[in-house]
């Protein structure tokens, strides 16, 4: 595949600037692999790449699933100051941010994450799902014959509920404008009111509106409050047209309620690019029911994020050296 410059612009939805603890600036490791993009993404940022050792003060961790070697450099390499991963989510590495919420802040490294940084290609990706689930593209294109009947649902002047405020959720709002939509955020703090919504609620106050509402979509992180939000009783609430799109995480969703809501036809459709379990099984129910299609976390591949990633890198290593602000900070106590 040939790589393209990214027409992305990651500043558009950035939150504010987190504060951390003052760094020095140092040696940067790349790791557990060499993925030499990142190596030059490092270097571009006028960073020194060199193999961990004693001397490491700042590492870029390129893999999600080797979280325990992870946990086991941060141990053995204490002098480590900032840690780059790979990911928007971070629930991975939960085990490593629980172990640093215990200590002291100073004693620790300043955690970011690629947060904003995919913004833009998943909310392409929410709007695409939500799109396809309301003009019935899933059960059409497996029906691979010519319907008698003309059905589908226009996205233009729907009420949405958007679930998250983060990166993903603000370039969604922008994707959403021509559509003329009624919104309503849920976000953490309703105080903080999100542009172009018609209203934000806090997380007490969105279930009462459930009946409502044609479609749902989930661009929030994972956390101990998130868990499971969707379940029986929020699909019960929602009117049978309504559609149901998750570009969050999987364990946001009770999955069984979900099958059930769809083959009861309690929601019209869904459209999932991540599940609980995830990787789905062959087999499984979700699979076979017409009104639901899966994208199996394709909404930002690897030929989207390498390039975004490799910005964030560059971006942070300047601001490592420097001292200035690091962009995607992680709450290791709030775990995103």
Same mark, same amino acid.
């Given at each position: ?9 990651? +500043? ?34 006028? /960073? ?67 947060? +904003? ?29 010519? %319907? ?15 679930? /998250? ?33 018609? %209203?934000?609620? +806090? ?13 749902? #979509? ?64 062959? +087999? ?44 995607? #900070? ?7």
């Amino acid at each position: 595949m040939i790589e393209r410059p990214h027409q992305h612009d990651e +500043g558009r939805y950035l939150a504010p600037s987190t504060a951390h603890r003052a760094l020095t600036g140092g040696p940067i490791a790349v790791a557990p692999t060499r993925g030499e993009a990142f190596v030059a993404a490092v270097r571009a940022g006028g /960073g020194d790449v060199q193999p961990l050792d004693e001397n490491t003060k700042g590492l870029v961790w390129l893999s999600e699933t080797r979280s325990d070697e992870l946990s086991d450099i941060l141990q053995q390499h204490p002098g480590i100051e900032w840690l780059q991963l790979p990911w928007a989510g971070v629930d991975a590495f939960s085990s490593i941010l629980n172990g640093l919420a215990g200590t002291n802040e100073q004693d620790r490294p300043v955690v970011t994450s690629a947060k +904003g940084a995919y913004s833009e290609p998943v909310a392409e990706h929410a709007l695409a799902l939500l799109l396809a689930t309301l003009r019935e593209l899933p059960q059409k294109a497996r029906a691979a014959r010519w %319907k008698d009947e003309r059905t589908g649902l226009s996205l233009f002047g729907n009420r949405v509920l958007l679930v /998250g405020a983060g990166g993903v959720a603000r370039a969604f709002m922008d994707l959403l404008a021509p559509f003329h939509c009624e919104v309503t955020v849920v976000r953490r703090d309703p105080s903080q009111h999100m542009e172009g919504a018609a %209203k934000t609620v +806090g997380q007490d106050g969105w279930r009462e509106l459930l009946p409502e509402i044609d479609a749902v #979509v989930l661009a929030a992180a994972h956390t101990d409050s998130t868990r499971a939000m969707w379940a029986a009783p929020e699909f019960d609430a929602l009117p049978q047209h309504a559609v149901f799109v998750n570009i969050a995480r999987g364990p946001l969703v009770d999955t069984p309620a979900l099958v059930s809501a769809l083959k009861s036809g309690n929601i019209a459709g869904a459209g999932l690019d991540v599940t609980d379990p995830e990787p789905l099984p062959d +087999g499984h129910p979700l699979f076979d029911i017409p009104e639901c299609v899966i994208t199996s976390h394709a909404a930002d591949t690897p030929a989207m994020t390498r390039p975004l990633l490799a910005a964030r890198v560059t971006h942070n290593t300047k601001a490592f050296l420097s001292g200035s602000p690091l962009r995607g #900070v992680v709450s290791v106590e709030e775990g995103y």
